[in-house]
């Protein structure tokens, strides 16, 4: 599925906490990772179609510095990252084995990938954080993947936080963290968060005024059509 | 329970480290919550008398949108509070979904709330910080709080992050976290929390003049002689 | 065993990611422990021999604050602790009882102590920052050690963040977290440490002028060639 | 809200499984309780409305034997707990303190109580298994309620493993656990029930008869053509 | 990879415990499932090679009752197992949705497979049993797969409970749970295993005879050859 | 600590859950060991001091078969163990490596071990159960300890389950797991024990006949005066 730029750039807009709001009123409750979380305070809001990369756990024999030089590697994941992507990680939550490092997050950088997001850790915290990539993940450890993961390929589905996220779902992450919207359910959330996102905003500034919450908010009917007469929606 | 402000004002010069240390030598061991950590670094101290809010697990028939309207609401909740209270809110530690947003939090800061506790998350945790509301947290999710919780009342005893906290007991936060001064104990704090926190800056102007710990701290009788003599307690 | 200082000076431009690759193709996968982290962001790398404290779970008749005048006590341990060791505590994990304050952090720091690495939690945060001391551990909490522990004796092995640490055993602690060196391998790490670094900071200029990972990342033959002619290392 | 007894008595003729199934449908995930296990096997399914009991965190000052004589104890509960009720009791989860032993059990069973659910544990097993009082938990324990709990009230909303319980939500015990039905969608599970659970008979005796699956499991047109005629269903 | 049945064979003399111990002397430590349990228990050692099954989490618009009827289901799965093979089944750890029930573990009953294991948990606990596969799970429970997870497909490395699993491993599973033996291991463990079980049986007589462990497990030298002298080893 | 056996015999006819009330009542709550369950149902109570065990995690240059022949090694730790002595294994919760497996057990029960209590698992299960030493552990696993342990030494005060536990404490262990008895509250359990447990059997009857629990449990003074006046107490 290709996405075209004009939805992304509407989704920009669109806060992770608005995008879960939206999906739950449609009985999707299940798109928040667990884990994730920015890497650097005040990175900006990111949208792009998901990458997977998928892990199990470690195996002696099979995780191996050696397997970094296979044809199913991270290495060629990496090399097959489309530029304005989302690579999406899962690595099981795993805690104590760094998946990516310095060198494959510059190369990242260098290819366009848009972020990584991760429900594991990253090594070389100091390093990645130089290569200017944004990267949301669940911390930080100094063991290479290889100590506690065994890479198995890319593109498939997977689990990430305790979410399924499928290759091309549309990924938004902000400061709330990493959220999923499912294909089918793109337009609904184009077409209503701008909306609600306006809402709140003119709701916030109520509530600066002094306003009592129920009846604002959520509005009843009376304070709605206030608000349609402010705005103009109407 | 109505707290005197002299006794607030007290417990602004105790740490949250002194109040636990105190309540120990009563036999008091669990009051400090697990969880509860400052949004923003650099809160100052914070006390009040604890106005709780309680949730239980999200049950999908009754945890939706259209509940925010209910009468039993978290809005009626939070127009409920008096000024100067400190909300402490069990969420059962749920982590994937934000009980408050900015909105909510904008509006506990113009009732005149003292801060916000809870073994919880939040979400819109941009809007929250813009609202100055003092927040411990534990992290912040996107998803609304329908997405994992149902709310269910106010005022009653509740537990938050493994501590027990009822309507009106004391609650003094800071950079260590969270506790509770159950009210009957309250009287012990205040008397012997200023005591204590100046030993505590005695003995360390003692370790920075290379004192060994042995004897020192806790004091010995000898000790003790030097601090009374120096300080003119006795 | 004493460490020369030369190993020490050496292992400071040896990241602890390296490290742990050295030795995992040594069969050691088990030396980043488990819940350290940096108390104050920025700290630079720091080596030395470990100091063990251990502590065992809380019994009300044993952990008290009198049992901070025993003989057996975190005071006494401090005071034994050598110019340039890092004191690694085990507190089983331990979350809501501080292991060590200010004071007892000041001590150290006064002593020459190198660093504080613990799976456990310090309390009054405010007044060990102030310390200057360095100190990587798994967060803050406001209750005394005896809220929750029970101190037993200095030296001895011990279990930190799910690594074995043995007196004397070589500790790194940098952004990344903190491993240890079993004795036997840190000629190993010596040799092969600032090679690996050297290496890795050659490849990063390749990335950045655009080369692909395949062949580069690990070196294959052809890289490998280059690099030694480049860097003049054969 | 009174259940009438056939309703009961048409339950008792379904499964947990299904029950769960015909609430997933109606979009109704979270509905069966983590942690509550049979204490005996063999129990027979159990039906009843839920009578519920609220434990929050053990403090010293309150969570203390002294307590067991309050007219709001657990003693006074179980006094008010009418017969055939399903005693759900909300110990959030709590596994090293027994929340009732066998003289609290015995009571229960004397009054008609039908069974006791709670995501705590029990104490004195061996006498608890002596009342004949059907008991689904988390496990055993040898320590008092109040080691780690403290008792608040009855009849208000809990949770209970995960799972909102509202007073008087029908509740359905057996071999895989409990399952609460809210109330608004008892008369969808009387209605379902008995026919899934005879279509699954149908369907596992195609199997006995080497059908395969798919088609069969679930029905597609034709199976479900077959069925109706050979069971007379339509 | 076909596995001759003599290989089988002499494998269901060799223990897990067994396994493990000749695995780990080559350097692999990570086999044993972490949560797979005999559901029943008594049952006699299995060995057979692995047909993997994986479900990633659950989101509300694909883990549905109708996905129960897509050509990429569970039940499409049942059918392609092969006569003699243990399914193994990545469900995550998750362990409030029963990924199969008595259907579905009848038909792989029918079919020939020899063992269901999963690090999740099965429903219908009482039809299961009532099929007599053997099951090694994590637990029992109500709801059904799709109320926690969504089934993406069979044949791919997975990871259950901690382990790297790939189609065609061999599986075996006793009382102490459940192994795997990576495909270029399997010789040694033909050969070591045998061994190492009479071994062990000469060992636990010389027990029973009151000698004492040291020299005797292992064996020094001494005690060696006195083996090689009774056993006709040499 | 030598306890005579008088002391032993009395403590067989009190429950745990008997001696963790009485010990709360004197403020000491953290006695009872979480994880360790009977292996084999139906064993009966026993009773003896502590002979401690203690592990680190495992570090794979540390943890070998070949440290089995140490003479720091858990065979040498098993003939150091007295007659009737309850060895306590701290294996700091380790679920996936087994402690002891067969023939460790053998040699305990050939020396006149009374009971093994670990908050680890033991391995080869049925070797272990037809040893016919009592084993209270969290369970079962195939491999070795030397997968997950380094067996450290003996007779140390450890923590096993979230309890102190020093050489010589008394430990008492049944259907409702372990608990530890501090030396010094030794004749306080003997005194109140058995005691307490004839006020509970008199309670139970008056249960049976159907008194209601207020007033009666605990005693009110009217009840305790009929207790008195019914046992002959006073």
Redesign the interface.
């Known amino acids: 599925m290709a996405v075209d730029s004009g939805a992304l750039h509407v989704l920009r807009e669109v806060?992770?906490?608005t995008?879960?709001?939206i999906l739950?009123?449609k009985?999707?409750?299940?798109?928040?990772m667990?884990g994730p979380?920015p890497l650097r305070a005040g990175e900006r809001r990111i949208v792009g179609p998901a990458f997977t990369l998928r892990f199990?756990?470690?195996?002696?024999?099979?995780?191996t510095?050696a397997s970094?030089?296979s044809?199913n590697?991270t290495?060629?994941a990496?090399?097959a990252m489309p530029e304005g992507c989302v690579a999406v990680v899962d690595a099981?939550g795993v805690?104590?084995a760094?998946i990516f490092?310095?060198?494959?997050c510059?190369?990242m950088k260098?290819r366009g990938a848009a972020a990584l997001v991760t429900d594991g850790v990253v090594?070389?915290?100091?390093?990645v954080l130089s290569t200017d990539l944004p990267v949301w993940c669940a911390?930080?450890?100094?063991?290479?993947s290889?100590?506690?993961l065994?890479f198995?390929?890319w593109q498939?589905?997977?689990?990430c936080g305790?979410?399924?996220?499928f290759p091309e779902d549309i990924v938004v992450i902000?400061?709330?963290?990493a959220?999923?919207i499912?294909a089918?359910?793109l337009d609904e959330v184009i077409d209503k968060g701008p909306k609600q996102e306006r809402e709140?905003t003119w709701?916030?500034k109520q509530?600066?005024n002094?306003a009592?919450?129920?009846g604002l908010?959520?509005m009843?009917a009376e304070t709605r059509a206030r608000y349609d007469a402010e705005s103009g929606t109407n």
Do not use: C, H
Request: proline share 9%; no cysteine.
């Open positions: 806060s992770t906490a995008v879960t709001s739950l009123k009985g999707i409750r299940n798109v928040w667990r979380k199990v756990p470690m195996r002696e024999d099979l995780a510095p970094w030089a044809p590697s290495r060629a990496v090399e099981m805690a104590d760094g490092g310095d060198i494959l510059a190369r260098r090594r070389d915290v100091t390093g911390g930080v450890a100094a063991p290479a290889v100590a506690g065994t198995v390929g498939q589905p997977v689990g305790g979410v399924a996220v902000d400061d709330d963290g959220v999923v499912p089918g359910l709140e709701i916030m509530v600066m002094d009592q919450l129920p908010y959520p009843d």
